[in-house]
């Protein structure tokens, strides 16, 4: 159906819309010295620049990727037909460097804008994305933990992209529970480590992709503690340098690849690691710490994969149901004309194509928020604004990685739904994105791990708390009352934050004599907060869209009439949850 | 990690909960004579040995022919490795005669048991299970409307089942618009036509499971007026009857199966009709009137579909989770006990397996009540009950249809989750079931067609209505009352009964000035009847349940604490569709 049309365009329209109206990211920039020479046009440029090349050379690989899966021989991997050249190019380009440090060679853009780059590389072709995946996370650990010697040595090669990277947490006996984890550690003379062990789920563990690849390790020290506080961090790379200069192989072993429901065109292998040479990263038993600081940036990553999957299934949806309709509008043989293209879509297909348009949007605000709170984080003027932004960065991380998730696979199923028997179809490509956004409610640690991590860690734990973003969202809503075009919403946005607010309360106050609580009540406040702060997306998106974006108040209204509806849904299991009969019978 | 372990153990257990304590379908079997003879020890020897085949048969075949799909070689389909022979058995041992009549052959079994039967199919083998899918359907239609000496010929092949049938509908240009629909028909001086057309995504359009395929096709006859009422049906097998006696191609073409998401082994052909004969089926242009005997069963079969997906799936996910909990259980190498085994299953996974089961075992009621109501419309004693059977039926198959294939397939995805990375893996055959159950939700008229036709067919249009089925509710509502263990639930399903109806009363008076409004109602209406119809059926379990089937009570509490939070979101969203404000804005 459509063929001749290209398989990927960029949302710059509404991407330009994010970053200039609803962040006024350049404004921020200017006050960031990091950023100052940044302007709109250059980030305009960028996003440009970005969106060709995903839609030139990534996207036209994704369909025969999955269908070509990657192939695994003797001991290493090969990935689909084009997918070394187009991580080639992407090299060339400089894309791997973009928002890095220029101390190590990087370009210095901000965050913001490599997520950017993220959703589209995901909407283009998520298995080809989980090659330099972890890259800026792995960027991100080193700098911080890794001695001088491993910065020096690796991180240029990382930045660059020449060299690829991964994040080996997991092993057959230990998904979510990291405490048990196995794989052993012990040092050597010379200050290395010699590293034993097997890990399961290495995304890019063994590729054809670039020369060296470094593996960052969780394992443990033969003095450590077990659980949690017992894991090192170690850099044990597939090359090692040689004395005598050069690289040789490190004792690292691919014993093979999953067969997976989708992302086939990314090798996730099995990794042996056999008295393998690594080095320390961080301080021993430090491990999960020090490892934070990439699965942070990787679980940012994950959930604007579940943004990416929900604009490109948005996209195809779209085409599909507009072809349609022209299709049956045009005369034909017969002289008739279908009944069913005269009034526009079908209702349910209107309404599918509005709910895909609404969430995808939405969630790009947040997503991209959350990217410019890192920048913020970072390089914010005056301390109190990096604080503020590093607080409200651990809220949104895990609601952005768990809730997004989420939405990409119900909206790619949705999306899938508009496209009726064709859906189920290969050729026409809805299907994939169901099958690729599958994954990402699990990895980087499941969806449920996530709420855990943002009901007990980032909310309820001594001196944490939802105020950070509560403020931001009540501001919002005073801002938005003072705006004619969004004052209608602005009542119902000051309103849920209070419900949001009492909420957390009584969960905090219940939870001191119901342990159990939050572990039974975590999914559906994630889904809540996220909810709520979706809301405050589409209020601010109606208070400072100009004139040429009115099409924005339209999608606000859509999301407070029926979005806002789910709010109450989770509410109200939340409610459930507490019920002291549940507590007595669910222990 | 689960070898050793049999793919499929049909659950008996709540099969027969289900039959003889929820339906008492044996008390009723003695009130209708072409049943009287069948007694619970015959009714559960059957279900046992349709277990028995399902587990012993079809289950081995499962994820082989998803791997290896069908072929498409000059013309002809292949299916997978040992779908033929495992056909071959089915028919020896009797199974497509289950329902059929006796006169034609049939066993003179309950429809209720065909369903039993139906969820094991499905469970075990969902792409085998669409062969023989569409025989029953056929053979009712061609009974009711084909004449005699099509009878003759055909009833037998297809009742013993060494024929198989196909329901051809769908055109490129045509798929939920069947008044679009282009094949011709023209007759011939012999009393036969001549088809000519193209049809796709006919499952089960060619294979080498039998020599013969009777196809029912959907034409136009030159005078035919257009749109659905110009549609009349046909009997093009692909092979006729020779007038020198024998068999000889009829002018059937398969140009090529498709490439699909899931039911790889399924062959979903696309079929040219080239001049092909065939022979008229009921009366001329009241083709979709006859069809519709195949397609409510077919419904109901697909609807049974989303039950088959969802038991599979928990059962998956259970062992799973049992298993990783007995891992952890044991002491392992550094004599530690895993943390996370202590207290049972961590909360989110237990959630998950309590949704997974309870709303599993509730659609297996309402689905069997289904079956059982078509055995009392063909069967009660007076005609009073058996047109209330009718109509009973008639509303519960699009909501069983849309309600269970969309639950089918969210509860294989949540089943996939509990399995973390492991579920996104081929080999522990969970990611099947979400790949498999995903056509459910679109194939014999999308979920969106069945809630617009139970909304505006079934409820709102003149003489039709919910009563019927708010009657049973009410009963039951005011049984329960009377009962200890039920009695908590009676004043639930009560309010929710008058809720439904008042929502209904509500929709009905603001279609008449607003004729947009049951398209943009229709599905949440739908999950609404079925999430209020799931009450009734937990409340008549917690009923009726005798002391060894205490869980059943424990399951309706969940239910009722959980699952019935649903009803008042899709409540909430009819609302929102009744908005005179949005009724302005998205007509």
């Known amino acids: 159906m459509s063929a001749g049309r290209p398989r990927y365009e960029a949302p710059l329209r509404d991407i330009g819309f994010v970053l200039e109206q609803w962040l006024d990211a350049p404004s921020d920039w200017k006050r960031m010295p990091a950023y100052e020479s940044l302007d709109a046009p250059t980030a305009r440029m960028i996003c440009e620049a970005a969106g060709q090349f995903c839609g030139d050379v990534l996207a036209p690989l994704n369909g025969g990727g999955d269908l070509q899966?990657?192939?695994?021989?003797?001991?290493?991997?090969?990935?689909?037909?084009?997918?070394?050249?187009?991580?080639?190019?992407?090299?060339?380009?400089?894309?791997?460097?973009?928002?890095?440090?220029?101390?190590?060679?990087?370009?210095?853009?901000?965050?913001?804008?490599?997520?950017?780059?993220n959703e589209m590389i995901v909407s283009s072709n998520h298995a080809w994305a989980m090659y330099p995946g972890l890259l800026r996370g792995a960027c991100l650990c080193l700098r911080a933990h890794a001695p001088q010697w491993i910065r020096e040595t690796y991180l240029p090669h990382l930045v660059r992209g020449d060299w690829l990277a991964t994040m080996?947490?997991?092993?057959?006996?230990?998904?979510?529970?990291?405490?048990?984890?196995?794989?052993?550690?012990?040092?050597?003379?010379?200050?290395?480590?010699?590293?034993?062990?097997?890990?399961?789920?290495?995304?890019?563990?063994?590729?054809?992709?670039?020369?060296?690849?470094?593996?960052?390790?969780?394992?443990?020290?033969?003095?450590?503690?077990?659980?949690?506080?017992?894991?090192?961090?170690f850099l044990v790379p597939k090359r090692i340098p040689r004395d005598e200069g050069g690289w040789e192989p490190n004792a690292v072993h691919c014993d093979g690849i999953e067969s997976k429901m989708g992302i086939k065109g990314s090798a996730t292998c099995t990794l042996r690691f056999e008295d393998a040479r690594g080095w320390l990263v961080g301080e021993p038993h430090r491990g999960l710490a020090a490892m934070f600081v990439m699965m942070n940036s990787a679980r940012l990553h994950v959930g604007?994969?579940?943004?990416?999957?929900?604009?490109?299934?948005?996209?195809?949806?779209?085409?599909?149901?507009?072809?349609?309709?022209?299709?049956?509008?045009?005369?034909?043989?017969?002289?008739?004309?279908?009944?069913?293209?005269?009034?526009?879509?079908?209702?349910?297909?209107?309404?599918?194509?509005?709910?895909?348009?609404?969430?995808?949007?939405?969630?790009?605000?947040?997503?991209?928020?959350?990217?410019?709170?890192?920048?913020?984080?970072?390089h914010a003027p005056d301390e109190a604004g990096r604080a503020r932004a590093r607080d409200l960065a651990a809220l949104l991380t895990p609601v952005i990685k768990s809730f997004f998730t989420e939405r990409g696979f119900s909206l790619a199923s949705e999306a899938l739904q508009v496209f009726g028997g064709y859906g189920y179809v290969r050729e026409y490509r809805i299907e994939q994105i169901v099958r690729d956004s599958r994954v990402a409610m699990i990895y980087e640690g499941t969806n449920q791990i996530q709420a855990m991590d943002l009901l007990r860690r980032k909310v309820l734990a001594p001196g944490a708390g939802l105020e950070p973003l509560l403020e931001v969202l009540r501001a919002e809503a005073a801002a938005a009352r003072a705006s004619a075009p969004a004052r209608p919403l602005a009542e119902a946005l000051q309103a849920w934050c209070e419900r949001l607010d009492d909420a957390t309360r009584a969960l905090a106050a219940d939870a001191a004599i119901d342990p159990g609580l939050p572990a039974r009540a975590a999914e559906d406040y994630l889904r809540l907060v996220g909810t709520v702060a979706l809301a405050f997306a589409w209020c601010r998106a109606a208070r400072v869209a100009t004139a040429a974006f009115e099409d924005k108040r339209e999608s606000a209204r859509h999301f407070f009439r029926y979005g806002l509806l789910d709010a109450e849904h989770w509410l109200r299991r939340i409610q459930a949850a507490r019920d002291p009969e549940i507590q007595r019978r669910h222990p």
């Open 168 to 233: 080996c947490l997991t092993e057959p006996q230990a998904g979510s529970d990291l405490g048990l984890l196995r794989t052993r550690a012990r040092a050597c003379e010379d200050g290395s480590h010699r590293i034993e062990g097997s890990k399961i789920f290495i995304s890019g563990g063994d590729h054809d992709l670039t020369e060296n690849i470094v593996h960052l390790v969780l394992a443990r020290l033969p003095d450590a503690p077990s659980g949690t506080k017992g894991l090192s961090l």
């Open 304 to 378: 604007l994969q579940g943004l990416g999957h929900a604009e490109m299934a948005y996209r195809l949806a779209l085409d599909h149901a507009r072809e349609r309709l022209e299709a049956r509008a045009l005369p034909r043989a017969e002289g008739a004309r279908g009944p069913a293209g005269a009034a526009g879509f079908h209702a349910p297909v209107g309404r599918m194509l509005a709910d895909l348009r609404v969430w995808t949007e939405g969630m790009r605000a947040l997503g991209y928020w959350a990217g410019h709170l890192l920048d913020q984080a970072a």
């Open 69 to 117: 899966g990657c192939a695994f021989d003797g001991g290493t991997v090969r990935t689909p037909d084009g997918f070394a050249a187009a991580y080639r190019a992407y090299v060339e380009a400089g894309w791997p460097a973009l928002a890095c440090d220029p101390a190590d060679g990087g370009q210095g853009l901000p965050e913001l804008l490599d997520a950017v780059l």
